[in-house]
């Protein structure tokens, strides 16, 4: 099973890795979403915070932020802080989540399109979701490069 989970520590959050198989619940069209051999239980994030233990699947994740030591994951149901790194999440879920910035990462899924702003700046438009996340220059190329990749293959 593939997750990030609690290891004992109060907010600490570390992959860990085991064999899986896929689910009777999955249906085609989620199983192509996600990486080959991982079922839809296997995606989760679990964190163990104010003494209870917590899990968010990937399919509500909206964006991750960085937060000094923390990472906010940001879902559906509100907010989890967990402390890992945002590369963590990055090289364990590269296919489910695109980076937008140095602090930030957008479920594929989620992201819609971009939106400049009068300042010059540029966001993130994502569904679900009120909040827009700044896309830096650094990324903005990669990230209109998949929006288009996407685009033209749906």
């Known amino acids: 099973m593939k997750t990030l ?3 004992g520590d109060r907010h600490r959050a570390e992959p860990c890795w085991s064999a899986s198989t896929r ?4 249906s ?3 199983r192509n979403r996600r990486p080959p051999g991982m079922c839809a239980r296997d995606l989760e994030i679990r ?3 104010r003494g209870r233990h917590q899990r968010v699947s990937l399919t509500d ?7 000094q030591k923390y990472v906010c994951v940001h879902h559906l149901n509100g907010v989890l802080l967990v402390d890992s790194s945002l590369c963590a999440f990055e090289h364990e879920f590269p296919d489910l989540l695109l980076r937008i910035h140095r602090n930030a990462l957008v479920a594929r899924s989620r992201l819609v ?3 400049k702003q009068p300042d010059g700046s540029t966001r993130a438009l994502l569904t679900d979701c009120d909040d827009r996340p700044v896309v830096s220059r650094r990324h903005l190329r990669d990230v209109r490069g998949w929006l288009r990749e ?3 293959a749906g």
Request: proline content about 4%; charged content about 35%.
């Open 47 to 49: 964190a163990y915070y």
């Open 5 to 7: 989970d609690a290891a």
């Open 150 to 152: 996407r685009l033209s």
């Open 23 to 26: 689910g009777p619940d999955d």
């Open 28 to 30: 085609m069209e989620d």
């Open 61 to 67: 994740v909206i964006y991750l932020r960085a937060d």
């Open 113 to 115: 399109g971009l939106e």
